[in-house]
């Protein structure tokens, strides 16, 4: 199993608070992602980073913010959680953007009330 | 947009029996990967399909690509209780390099 591990595991928390998920790997690899999965939707990229410091957007980037200080991990932020950001986050690692497989860690199940 | 659809949403199958996952995606696209997500699990990678024609086995798995007709199929030959789990295809977007999954098919084998 590639190393990586999400903390916390579960967190209920209530609207309007801030939020930050861990996201830490062991496999010095160059891109990690942030997704988060609903039911009916599949798993959704909010956010990715390509380097230390470089980040960028993906599809349902709104509400969430990302940073990356260290190559190892990935912090994912809700500045104001809402209860529309109650879901299921998926961290996940690849060695290239293109034609290879990502590497997801277990999740973060988010509740917010 | 690239979407990507996949049929049947859900699957409920005698064990011993054949069936088909379909994946369909919406533009040209020639890098497809499939994923299992037991409950309350993470996704595993299953198959990377990185060429028209591509076919990849596993077991009682076989996944193949036509990006001419953008369509992947998930072939199950003699189903077993330990398939039971959700699939997902990914479609790599040629436009942004970033997966698009499918919403996933859930799988149950029974008796």
């Known amino acids: 199993d590639a190393g990586i591990t999400q903390s916390p595991r579960h967190k209920v928390t209530e609207t309007g608070t801030p939020v930050t998920l861990r996201c830490h790997q062991t496999e010095n690899h160059r891109y990690m992602y942030w997704y988060r999965q609903d039911p009916g939707h599949g798993l959704r990229l909010i956010h990715y980073s390509y380097g230390v410091k470089d980040t960028d957007k993906g599809e349902v980037s709104d509400g969430y913010s990302v940073s990356r200080s260290k190559t190892e991990d990935f912090l994912l932020t809700l500045e104001s959680a809402t209860s529309s950001q109650t879901s299921v986050y998926f961290c996940?690692?690849?060695?290239?953007?293109?034609?290879?497989?990502?590497?997801f860690g277990p999740g973060t199940r988010l509740l917010v009330l | 947009e690239l979407k990507v659809e996949q049929n049947p949403l859900f699957l409920s199958m005698q064990e011993g029996k054949n069936y088909t996952i379909y994946c369909n995606y919406s533009?040209?696209?020639?890098?497809l990967y499939w994923y299992r997500q037991d409950p309350g699990k993470s996704l595993e990678s299953l198959f990377v399909?990185?060429?028209?024609?591509a076919v990849k086995q596993e077991g009682r798995l076989m996944a193949s690509l036509d990006t001419k007709a953008r369509l992947s199929t998930l072939h199950i030959t003699a189903a077993v209780h330990d398939l039971s789990a959700t699939y997902f295809c990914a479609v790599e977007s040629g436009k942004t390099d970033k997966l698009i999954f499918g919403t996933g098919t859930r799988l149950q084998v029974f008796p």
């Open positions: 533009t040209t696209s020639d890098r």
């Open positions: 996940a690692i690849s060695e290239s953007l293109r034609q290879e497989t990502q590497y």
């Open positions: 399909l990185l060429s028209n024609g």
